[in-house]
């Protein structure tokens, strides 16, 4: 069992930053790789970034540049790193922990960029 918890949501202006986290506790041994999700009203979830255990990064064509993945092994943490945010960032940003046997997903924590 994999229990994955989101921050750093909020409310920003267009060209601003956003720093989102996720801490992983439970069968942390089980996870193979992290990664960012996101979700618009009215629009299906779709991945924005991820990377791997042996840390092999992955990032949607709309996010390049702008946004980077990383994480603190020694807290089992990761995190997204949103710069230039435009309004069509705006989602519901989701934590993934990939496990052989699955994925596990954190609550979501919205993102709102304004114009």
């Known amino acids: 069992q994999v229990q994955l918890v989101e921050s750093g949501g909020g409310l920003v202006q267009a060209g601003g930053s956003l720093r989102l986290s996720c801490a992983a506790s439970g069968s942390i041994f089980v996870i193979n790789a992290r990664g960012w999700y996101r979700q618009a009203p009215g629009k299906q979830r779709e991945l924005v970034a991820s990377?791997?255990?042996?840390?092999?990064?992955n990032y949607a064509d709309s996010v390049k540049g702008r946004f980077t993945i990383s994480r603190d092994n020694a807290k089992n943490t990761v995190y997204l790193q949103m710069n230039s945010l435009k309004p069509e960032d705006t989602a519901v940003y989701y934590c993934?922990?990939?496990?052989?046997?699955?994925?596990?997903w954190g609550q979501g924590t919205q993102v709102t960029v304004s114009s």
């Open positions: 990377i791997s255990s042996g840390g092999s990064l």
């Open positions: 993934n922990a990939q496990t052989t046997w699955g994925a596990y």
